[in-house]
């Protein structure tokens, strides 16, 4: 637990939500009943996760003994926790896999991109246009530790030739032209 302090502090959790009128609002109660202050609400309606949940990303400002509170509250109320905290996922990174992503197996490549240890999938979205027997793609949106862009890109590319796939990597801002 945190040493006892009244320091307010940004945090961001990233929830999983089931998509039902009022799920949202449910999420919302644990963090306004234990004293959290909130900043924005993320909610991709649009997008599912794998497991086939809605994203839903609250930043909000609390002690950081309230915080660990409203984490415990909505883990009490069977929320789906996919990070809490201020500090473990600093970027995003978005990429593209083409090549036969259900024949390898797609979920066992989303799982070794989660194993790597710097990277979780936080959005998917799959094109079969051809049917899963014929080359797919899936463009892949991941949250990536501080600072971890490149282990974490390593770590596809290494993923991705293993299993014959190309990756379509993010555009990267400044450098030569």
């Not at 302090?5 to 089931?18: F, G, Q």
């Not at 994203?55 to 069977?78: G, M, N, Q, Y």
């Not at 970027?91 to 790597?116: F, K, N, P, R, W």
Request: hydrophobic share 40%; charged share 25%.
């Amino acid at each position: 637990m945190s040493d006892s302090s009244d320091e307010v502090n940004a945090y961001t959790i990233r929830l999983e939500l089931v998509d039902e009128p009022g799920e949202l609002l449910r999420a919302l109660h644990p963090i306004a009943d234990n004293g959290g202050n909130l900043l924005s609400i993320f909610h991709e309606r649009g997008n599912l996760t794998p497991r086939g949940h809605i994203p839903v990303e609250v930043d909000l400002e609390a002690t950081p003994e309230r915080f660990e509170t409203i984490v415990e509250a909505l883990k009490a109320e069977e929320f789906t926790i996919i990070q809490a905290g201020a500090d473990r996922y600093g970027e995003a990174l978005t990429v593209v896999l083409s090549g036969h992503l259900v024949e390898t197996d797609l979920s066992d490549t989303l799982s070794q991109i989660h194993q790597s240890g710097n990277a979780t999938v936080t959005d998917l979205s799959l094109s079969a246009p051809e049917g899963t027997d014929d080359v797919s793609s899936a463009r892949l949106r991941l949250a990536t530790e501080a600072d971890a862009a490149e282990d974490t890109l390593a770590a596809i590319r290494d993923i991705a030739a293993s299993k014959d796939l190309c990756v379509v990597e993010p555009l990267t801002a400044g450098g030569d032209a």
